[in-house]
């Protein structure tokens, strides 16, 4: 927050009528599709929805973060942020600002965030608009989360239950959401390996407030359901990744059973799309195409065909794996029909990762595990190519798929250009799932060390591999 003239209490929000006009007569959820379209074209990744465009006119985004920064500039060329009514950067990005106040009609301590940086005092959500690109966000992140302080962040005391039950507000809701956020966005850079012992408390201190807690508005409830459901699945996925597959199918079912709980079919196809996933990463073949078939069941209450698409393209990666070629081929098929009817403004939030380069990928994993390694490297190749270079953790996967499939397309010197393309990037992730990726390719090279370039490779990889031990 940034303090008043008397530095006793926080500056109102001022609304932001200039970006208000900019909207014209589009409304804020047809507004949030063309800022996440604008996001596309530069290969940004933004979670833009109409509550976000409201915010930022009612003036409780004085400043956006650096991506929504470079969507809004792209849009509207030839302005400034403060031909935008935002403020500049450095009137926001103040020092020494005095703690948030608390909401009328909140009981309990403020859980103004689940993730307080260095482990001390929260944050406001405006702090991090501003902040959550910035390198000293992600040390302190990486370097804080003490179970004790991410619990009493939410007013849980630590591990245990309050005796008694709670009034829960948006502010407890914000803050769950707002851990999603931040997981993802620490994962889009650096892989899952460093974060999910981290995430794994403040998900048990969400549940326990959903347990705990009355909320103040149905509203409100949907909401931190959806919220607590969302962070099952992220910190699913950061064990997914990490190669803790039994934790990672326990959260998914967690986060099935919140969105049976609160009938949130978006939550359930969310929560389906990532069990097919870890069905197939763990071989159970039948079961991945039978939970992507049941979370296309639920994503047809959605109105997304963005995550339809994705979910058919989980089940052909299913029919691969069960080495069904026309099942596969019928999946991409209706994946493609799907891609094609473009982003819609009821995509799901957390589907701002699935763009051409996710599509190419998985294409890619349908025909590597059907054995058909050229046509596979192609996809992953344009998926690779494709890729914001910002965004490591996935280009990382691209490129190790691709050194995968060009290894076993009999294509070596281009298999360990590939892998050394990945090594480089091995400083910013660590992610289980690549580092297997570039075991089995290292396995598949090592008889034609003599090939250019292969030897070399090799001796990086284990190199790396050894310091990484």
């Known amino acids: 927050m940034e303090s008043s003239s008397q530095g006793s209490r926080a500056r109102p929000a001022r609304p932001n009528l200039v970006f208000r006009k900019l909207r014209g007569t589009r409304s804020p959820g047809e507004f949030a599709t063309a800022v996440r379209r604008a996001a596309r074209e530069i290969g940004e990744q933004v979670s833009c929805d109409a509550r976000y465009i409201g915010r930022v006119e009612a003036g409780e985004i004085r400043c956006p973060n650096y991506a929504y920064e470079r969507v809004f500039l792209h849009m509207f060329p030839g302005r400034t942020l403060t031909d935008l ?46 902040d959550e690109e910035s390198d000293v966000l992600r040390r302190a992140f990486m370097t804080s989360g003490s179970a004790a302080v991410a619990a009493a962040s939410l007013g849980l005391g630590g591990d245990s239950v309050p005796a008694q039950r709670r009034r829960v507000g948006a502010g407890e809701a914000e803050a769950v959401e707002e851990a999603v956020r931040r997981i993802r966005l620490l994962d889009d850079r650096h892989g899952a390996d460093g974060l999910y012992r981290r995430a794994a408390q403040p998900l048990r201190a969400a549940y326990a407030l959903l347990d705990s807690g009355v909320a103040t508005r149905a509203a409100t409830a949907e909401r931190l359901h959806a919220g607590a459901g969302e962070l099952a699945i992220s910190v699913g996925w950061l064990a997914h990744d990490s190669g803790r597959l039994g934790d990672a199918r326990s959260h998914y079912a967690e986060a099935l059973a919140t969105a049976r ?8 196809a969310h929560a389906f799309c990532n069990t097919s996933f870890l069905a197939r990463d763990a071989g159970r073949h039948r079961e991945a195409v039978r939970t992507a078939q049941a979370g296309q069941q639920a994503a047809r209450q959605v109105g997304s065909a963005r995550l339809l698409s994705l979910l058919s393209l989980r089940e052909a990666g299913g029919w691969a794996g069960l080495g069904d070629r026309a099942g596969c081929e019928r999946s991409l098929a209706r994946a493609h029909d799907h891609f094609a009817r473009g982003p819609a403004e009821d995509d799901p939030e957390w589907m701002s990762f699935f763009a051409e380069p996710e599509l190419e990928a998985l294409q890619a994993q349908c025909w590597s595990a059907l054995g058909e390694w050229a046509r596979a490297a192609c996809h992953a190749r344009r998926a690779a190519s494709l890729q914001d270079h910002r965004f490591t953790r996935n280009l990382a996967l691209y490129r190790a798929e691709l050194a995968a499939d060009l290894a076993r ?32 390719t290292a396995e598949v090279l090592r008889p034609h060390r003599a090939a250019p370039g292969v030897g070399g490779f090799l001796e990086r990889y284990e190199a790396t591999t050894a310091q990484l031990a």
């Open 261 to 268: 709980v609160a009938g949130d079919a978006a939550l359930e």
């Open 85 to 130: 009514g935002f403020s500049p950067r450095e009137a926001v990005r103040g020092r020494g600002r005095p703690a948030a106040p608390r909401p009328r009609g909140a009981d309990g301590p403020l859980p103004c965030c689940l993730f307080p940086p260095g482990g001390g005092a929260c944050r406001t959500d405006r702090d991090s608009d501003t």
């Open 409 to 440: 397309a009999g294509v070596p010197d281009e298999a360990a250009a590939a892998g050394d393309q990945v090594l480089a990037l091995l400083e910013d992730v660590r992610s289980t799932r690549v580092l297997g990726m570039l075991a089995d």
